[in-house]
């Protein structure tokens, strides 16, 4: 990924579409006005942090990139395998939709989401223009959240698949991630083929690599076109919120894509 700074904010973008000319950023945490242990960019509404800090920090970030926080859209992120298209920014006065993956192609709309440890995926049809947003922890990402963003591409906006391209960003890694033993099984039922190479038992602990989970289900949907950050935000808690190093007493970085 490349790494910018703007009006004292730090951000990330994929390279391949910043060749294509697609506006998007990955936010780390640095340059808001939020107080621990939000410090300092939170873009989380519903994490404790007083809510006109919150709207601060989502103007700073969008006027960093040079768009309009006004022109956004955002869920209700539930952890599920739900996918809304949207044709038009999100008008305040409308509740939000419970989603975890927001597509469009309309020029202008700002697909916005909140992560803090969940992968954050960004997909673009080179061929008909079309954007994604999608919110994967380990619930959407057993419930193939990312799979069906692809195959409601298709079904929606006749997308190919070889025409996708798709970016793994910032999330937990691997060896930060353990889990249970029920998650295992539940993804035993959902996603055998994914699990047997995801999952990793150890010494008693058994640990979740969303990241290539995730990038198993993309090509599974077809996908071969993936870009993976790499980039921990377990390791890295100068730059990324992560509900579990920071014991669920913290923030939540943004991410955002627009045609």
């Given at each position: 990924?490349?790494?910018?700074?703007?009006?004292?904010?730090?951000?990330?973008?994929?390279?391949?579409?910043?060749?294509?000319?697609?506006?998007?950023?990955?936010?780390?945490?640095?340059?808001?006005?939020?107080?621990?242990?939000?410090?300092?960019?939170?873009?989380?509404?519903?994490?404790?942090?007083?809510?006109?800090?919150?709207?601060?920090?989502?103007?700073?970030?969008?006027?960093?990139?040079?768009?309009?926080?006004?022109?956004?859209?955002?869920?209700?992120?539930?952890?599920?395998?739900?996918?809304?298209?949207?044709?038009?920014p999100k008008s305040p006065d409308?509740?939000?939709?419970?989603?975890?993956?927001?597509?469009?192609?309309?020029?202008?709309?700002?697909?916005?989401?909140?992560?803090?440890?969940?992968?954050?995926?960004?997909?673009?049809?080179?061929?008909?223009?079309?954007?994604?947003?999608?919110?994967?922890?380990?619930?959407?990402?057993?419930?193939?959240?990312?799979e069906k963003a692809i195959y409601?591409?298709?079904?929606?906006?006749?997308?190919?698949?070889k025409d996708i391209w798709a970016?793994?960003?910032?999330?937990?890694?691997?060896?930060?991630?353990?889990?249970?033993?029920?998650?295992?099984?539940?993804?035993?039922?959902?996603?055998?083929?994914?699990?047997?190479?995801?999952?990793?038992?150890?010494?008693?602990?058994?640990?979740?690599?969303?990241?290539?989970?995730?990038?198993?289900?993309?090509?599974?949907?077809?996908?071969?076109?993936?870009?993976?950050?790499?980039?921990?935000?377990?390791?890295?808690?100068?730059?990324?919120?992560?509900?579990?190093?920071?014991?669920?007493?913290?923030?939540?970085?943004?991410?955002?894509?627009?045609?």
């Amino acid at each position: 990924m490349n790494h910018h700074t703007a009006n004292g904010l730090h951000y990330y973008t994929f390279e391949t579409l910043d060749r294509k000319g697609i506006s998007h950023a990955v936010f780390t945490r640095r340059g808001g006005v939020s107080p621990f242990p939000w410090a300092s960019l939170n873009l989380g509404g519903s994490v404790g942090d007083d809510l006109e800090r919150v709207r601060e920090n989502r103007k700073r970030a969008f006027d960093a990139i040079g768009l309009s926080s006004s022109r956004s859209y955002d869920v209700w992120q539930v952890h599920s395998a739900e996918v809304v298209c949207v044709d038009a920014p999100k008008s305040p006065d409308l509740p939000y939709q419970k989603a975890d993956a927001i597509l469009t192609n309309k020029k202008g709309v700002h697909l916005f989401m909140r992560f803090a440890d969940c992968v954050p995926i960004l997909v673009f049809d080179r061929a008909r223009g079309v954007i994604g947003i999608i919110h994967a922890g380990w619930q959407g990402t057993i419930a193939r959240i990312a799979e069906k963003a692809i195959y409601k591409m298709s079904a929606e906006y006749g997308s190919q698949p070889k025409d996708i391209w798709a970016g793994i960003g910032p999330s937990i890694g691997r060896d930060h991630y353990v889990v249970g033993e029920e998650v295992w099984q539940r993804a035993l039922t959902s996603i055998p083929e994914v699990a047997q190479r995801a999952f990793e038992r150890n010494s008693g602990e058994i640990r979740f690599d969303l990241w290539l989970a995730n990038q198993l289900l993309l090509e599974k949907a077809g996908v071969k076109d993936i870009e993976i950050a790499g980039i921990c935000t377990a390791c890295n808690l100068e730059d990324w919120y992560s509900h579990r190093a920071e014991k669920g007493k913290t923030g939540r970085f943004g991410a955002m894509i627009s045609l």
